[in-house]
């Protein structure tokens, strides 16, 4: 099973920058689609940005053109660099595949200050 550890969050002022970390236990080499999810207060979690295994990206439209995301399969990890960043993006942030299907990680906290 496949346990996964979100990294990198933090606080940061609105335009700023943030890279987010998630280390799996397990090969990732394997999943073809790994995604980063969030979810702010209130609010159901939500997919923000996906990777395939030939690399191929998909984002949600309120991050497309600020978010990038990457994978490094012999790391075991999958990246989320922040560009922009907007209060709205206040959330936590967590990864899984895509659609999820392992157990979710603790998340990592992202704050926007306007």
């Known amino acids: 099973q496949v346990q996964l550890v979100e990294s990198g969050g933090g606080l940061v002022q609105a335009g700023g920058s943030l890279r987010l970390s998630c280390a799996a236990s397990g090969s990732i080499f394997s999943i073809n689609a790994m995604g980063w999810y969030r979810q702010a207060p209130g609010k159901q979690r939500e997919l923000v940005a996906a990777?395939?295994?030939?690399?191929?990206?998909n984002y949600a439209d309120s991050v497309k053109g600020r978010f990038t995301i990457s994978r490094d399969n012999a790391k075991n990890t999958v990246y989320l660099q922040m560009n922009s960043l907007k209060p709205e993006d206040t959330a936590v942030y967590y990864c899984?595949?895509?659609?999820?299907?392992?157990?979710w990680g603790q998340g990592t906290q992202v704050t926007v200050s306007s």
């Open positions: 990777i395939t295994s030939d690399t191929t990206t």
């Open positions: 899984n595949a895509n659609p999820p299907r392992f157990p």
